[in-house]
């Protein structure tokens, strides 16, 4: 199995920033791509920004230029550094790791963390 665990979440004012993490445990040989998404209250899972291992990034046009997606491969770790935020950013906040290789003679797995809240208040 392969465990992410996500923090950081909270309350924080609009304008203010949070910080999220995500580590990747358990038994794998690779993650090739690592990512953030979210689902507000009534709505669907969206893409917040991917990251591959190449560091190639990709982010949701509503965050580009207040987000950050940065990876660590040694420590298997995805960080989201969001700054400037707003109320519609409200949602649960779920690390993915896509592409994952847990044996070498299977095709690749999708994980999904439990989800951190992030709640942004006017």
């Known amino acids: 199995q392969v465990q992410l665990v996500e923090s950081g979440g909270g309350l924080v004012q609009a304008g203010g920033s949070l910080r999220l993490s995500c580590a990747a445990s358990?038994?794998?040989?690779?993650?090739?791509?690592m990512g953030w998404y979210r689902q507000a209250p009534g709505k669907q899972r969206e893409l917040v920004a991917t990251?591959?291992?190449?560091?190639?990034?990709n982010y949701a046009l509503s965050v580009k230029g207040r987000f950050t997606i940065s990876r660590d491969n040694a420590k298997n770790t995805v960080v989201l550094q969001m700054n400037s935020l707003k109320v519609d950013d409200t949602a649960v906040y779920y690390c993915?790791?896509?592409?994952?290789?847990?044996?070498?003679?299977?095709?690749?797995?999708?994980?999904w963390g439990q989800g951190t809240q992030v709640t942004v208040s006017s």
């Open positions: 993915n790791a896509d592409q994952v290789r847990r044996l070498k003679y299977l095709p690749f797995s999708n994980y």
């Open positions: 990251i591959t291992s190449g560091g190639t990034t």
């Open positions: 358990g038994s794998f040989f690779s993650i090739n791509v």
